[in-house]
């Protein structure tokens, strides 16, 4: 299948400091990426839907000063969290949706990023 | 989006069937409902998909009845090694869709 890569795969970072999540798809090109966030024995909570070239849609309750997403290529999309705090220490997934190479509608989903912000 | 409900846990013995039922009453037209696996810490992996009757695969069948208000997830000879979370979800296959997660259900499988 399709195969939707992370980076980094964990990262520790201080309190206030921003942090720089990628998601690439590395062999297709996908229209639409989502980012969602897990915290520990619970489920995936949807945060925001992000199109190429164009502005993310954040789900209720996301703060999208705080969680800026951009989606500049078809194979790529960041989720940087800015001026961290503790609470912010989660699991944070993306996935992609196609595009040219899959077919339309597919999901697939990264490896997850582990953020743990002292 | 059509809400699912599912069992919070599960447990099972090696060698057993697992079937794992997920309702979702209000499910659209245009809903699939797909299962996904996830292990701690792991990004979840698409299990199986169908939109009525039944559909298998390598690992799994999914049985749909037809009303498609609930769905079947069928494992086949579990080992410890399917330990883990599973989610049913249903959405429409347009892309640009999102996949809105339920709580999941918990299998636990032991020797």
């Known amino acids: 299948g399709a195969v939707v890569s992370q980076h980094p795969s964990w990262v520790i970072c201080k309190s206030g400091t921003s942090v720089k999540i990628e998601c690439r798809s590395l062999?297709?090109?996908?229209?639409?990426m989502f980012w969602y966030r897990q915290f520990p024995k619970q489920s995936l909570m949807l945060m925001a839907t992000?199109?190429?070239?164009?502005?993310?849609?954040?789900e209720q309750g996301v703060e999208k000063d705080k969680f800026l997403i951009n989606h500049a290529s078809l194979t790529l999309s960041t989720l940087t969290v800015t001026s961290a705090h503790p609470e912010d220490s989660s699991f944070y997934i993306c996935?992609?949706?196609?595009?040219?190479?899959?077919?339309?509608?597919?999901?697939?989903f990264g490896e997850g990023s582990r953020l743990t912000v002292l | 989006l059509a809400k699912t409900t599912q069992p919070i846990s599960m447990d099972s013995y090696e060698g057993q069937e697992v079937n794992i039922t997920c309702s979702h009453n209000n499910i659209a037209t245009n809903d699939y409902i797909t299962w996904y696996q996830q292990f701690p810490s792991q990004g979840p992996r698409f299990i199986i998909q169908g939109y009525k009757t039944k559909v298998t695969n390598e690992v799994a069948s999914l049985f749909i009845p037809a009303d498609r208000k609930s769905s079947t997830l069928s494992l086949p000879r579990v080992s410890l090694s399917d330990t883990a979370v599973y989610y049913c979800l249903v959405g429409d296959r347009q892309a640009g869709t999102a996949l809105i997660f339920g709580k999941g259900t918990t299998l636990s499988v032991s020797s």
């Open positions: 062999d297709f090109q996908a229209t639409t």
């Open positions: 996935s992609a949706s196609g595009g040219t190479g899959v077919s339309t509608g597919e999901l697939f």
């Open positions: 992000s199109n190429e070239g164009s502005k993310a849609t954040y």
